[in-house]
């Protein structure tokens, strides 16, 4: 389990960030967007994808959460 | 010299690395990448961010020198003791030229060194004692101090000390911030990590400190973020934020204070300079107050001009009328410079190798002098440090990260830049090779660089360097006469 932060970028898009590392990138994908169901698994630009457990969206970003590595680029 | 192509640079790189062995080779040739504009992701030519190899020479620093040399050093109304054994902290001491107003000694203390002069019996019985007595006496000498932040040095976190109860116990008895920042020297693989620490320290025990207090604020207030004053800097790039309208409540942290940093939550956004330092806080700062935050680059009148539009887009009409005033009014004095030293600096080519934020900031303004940089690199960068500058440096030009000393001189002699600017450590191997050179982490003991003030400056310095008649007298009269007759006698 990690910390990490997510926000919105320049283009409305979720933008991830994992300050243990440094590691900043574009989501291109998450399971669950919806008001009620938020989260899930997500697929980040650089081929890493992470586990967030689902939960309601956030009300405001940027959101510090734990997240589960499922498969880390590189 | 013309400019490398792409397969030039590329053998240039495989040339440097054959002296090495192979898992060095291997490790090394990660680090070292050509340029090319059409990548989005910098990680996938370059790695970065990576423990330096034991055996080759690197310039990096450690997370104290990070955290007290860089993020918490220049806050002046705040008395750092570096804690731990003499040395860290006077060797470093005042080294950086973060400048402020204030008298030292007095009110002030950025120049200062305090220690806790560690001596064995303090490593085998705990140095806990020794700090709360140095904390008081501080107290009684320097009673104007305005708290006091402990920088750990190496055997703290070695012995396992409980700097954060002394730190606690000493705050509710003086009443006064007291901040332990766990930096050991030992953690991570450069400084980086000890601004992150810092910055870490500052959410904790900072910004927590205004909560409940009461702010009259403006729809225009701004924090600067992330300019050290080094030779005056920030009050450059201050001066600018002024003139359009903006009210800067505090500056991070070069000539800051704690008063300002605990008022920064209030702010209406965060601007920030070297983002490699100070993006943790920056990030903090939006989620839990949500104050937006932005990067900018005050070098050079093309960036300025840019980043102060960029700035004033984030306020209202008075505000855009007032950078473009501001800019209007500096227009002038930057074409007088500009006409001035660009005839004696175009085509020069440059390379540098630095850290933070100038691996790329600089590269505007050398632009606007009409000069090139070629080869550019970061002693402590991240990928998206790299994603950042691939935009900003010219097709197959040259990227290294954490170069070492080796490879630094066979790119110089090869690629033959007009200038050279890095740090200390190299200065004068470059100048004994005749290449002319600037210290570009302080200024070179001038400065400031930062704003339209600044670039008058950094033109000046940069003529002043490159045309020095110093540098067609690098060999020796009885050599020179020499030369001539050798060759005859070949002939």
């Known amino acids: 389990m990690a910390n990490i932060m997510i926000q919105r970028g320049s283009k409305g898009e979720y933008v991830f960030y994992l300050p243990k590392r440094d590691l900043e990138d574009a989501i291109v994908s998450m399971e669950f967007d919806t008001l009620e169901k938020w989260g899930g698994e997500i697929k980040l630009n650089n081929g890493g994808t992470y586990f967030i457990e689902p939960q309601a969206a956030p009300a405001k970003l940027p959101i510090s959460l734990r997240a589960k590595r499922l498969d880390a680029a590189e | ?491």
Request: net charge negative; aromatic share 10%; proline share 4%.
């Open chain 2, 1 to 491: 010299m013309s400019a490398l192509t792409r397969e030039e640079t590329e053998a240039l790189i495989q040339e440097v690395l054959e002296v090495y062995p192979e898992k060095a080779r291997k490790d090394r040739e990660k680090h070292l990448a050509v340029n090319d504009q059409s990548i989005e992701q910098s990680k996938k030519c370059i790695t970065s961010n990576r423990k330096s190899l034991p055996g080759v020479m690197t310039i990096r620093g450690c997370a104290y020198a990070g955290s007290k040399g860089v993020v918490w050093g220049p806050i002046k109304d705040m008395i750092h003791i570096s804690h731990g054994p003499v040395g860290c902290g006077q060797y470093s001491r005042a080294g950086r030229r973060n400048y402020y107003v204030g008298t030292t000694g007095v009110n002030s203390f950025g120049t200062m060194n305090f220690t806790t002069d560690f001596q064995e019996k303090d490593i085998v019985f705990g140095g806990d004692k020794k700090l709360a007595k140095v904390m008081v006496e501080i107290e009684g000498l320097f009673p104007l101090n305005k708290g006091i932040s402990i920088q750990s040095e190496c055997p703290i976190g070695l012995i396992g000390d409980d700097i954060e109860a002394v730190a606690k116990k000493t705050a509710a008895e003086t009443g006064k911030p007291v901040v332990p920042v766990r930096c050991e020297g030992f953690r991570g693989v450069s400084q980086s990590l000890g601004h992150h620490i810092a910055n870490d320290a500052i959410r904790d025990w900072v910004l927590p400190r205004s909560e409940g207090k009461v702010h009259e604020s403006t729809p225009y207030d701004v924090a600067v973020i992330g300019d050290y004053n080094i030779g005056g800097d920030a009050w450059s790039s201050r001066i600018l934020l002024e003139e359009m309208g903006l009210r800067v409540v505090s500056q991070w942290s070069g000539d800051g204070t704690i008063s300002e940093m605990e008022k920064t939550p209030f702010v209406k956004m965060n601007l920030i300079h070297c983002y490699r330092s100070m993006n943790y806080i920056a990030r903090h700062m939006e989620e839990k107050y949500s104050i937006p935050w932005m990067e900018y680059n005050f070098f050079g009148p093309t960036k300025v001009a840019e980043s102060l539009r960029a700035i004033a887009a984030h306020f209202d009409d008075k505000i855009k009328e007032g950078a473009e005033r501001v800019i209007a009014k500096y227009q002038a004095m930057m074409d007088e410079i500009i006409a001035k030293y660009k005839p004696r600096l175009e085509g020069k080519r440059v390379m540098l190798y630095v850290g933070g934020l100038r691996p790329r900031h600089v590269i505007g303004a050398y632009e606007d002098l009409g000069m090139e940089v070629v080869g550019t690199g970061y002693e402590f960068g991240h990928n998206d440090d790299y994603d950042r500058t691939i935009k900003d440096m010219g097709n197959a030009t040259l990227i290294y990260d954490d170069v070492t000393g080796f490879e630094f001189e066979e790119f110089v002699k090869r690629v033959k830049p007009d200038l050279v600017g890095s740090g200390i450590k190299e200065k004068f191997i470059f100048q004994k090779m005749g290449v002319p050179f600037r210290q570009m982490h302080s200024w070179d003991y001038s400065g400031p660089y930062h704003g339209y003030d600044g670039f008058a400056i950094f033109a000046r310095d940069m003529d002043m360097t490159l045309n020095n008649p110093c540098w067609s007298k690098m060999q020796a009269p009885w050599l020179k006469k020499e030369e001539p007759v050798a060759e005859k006698a070949a002939a």
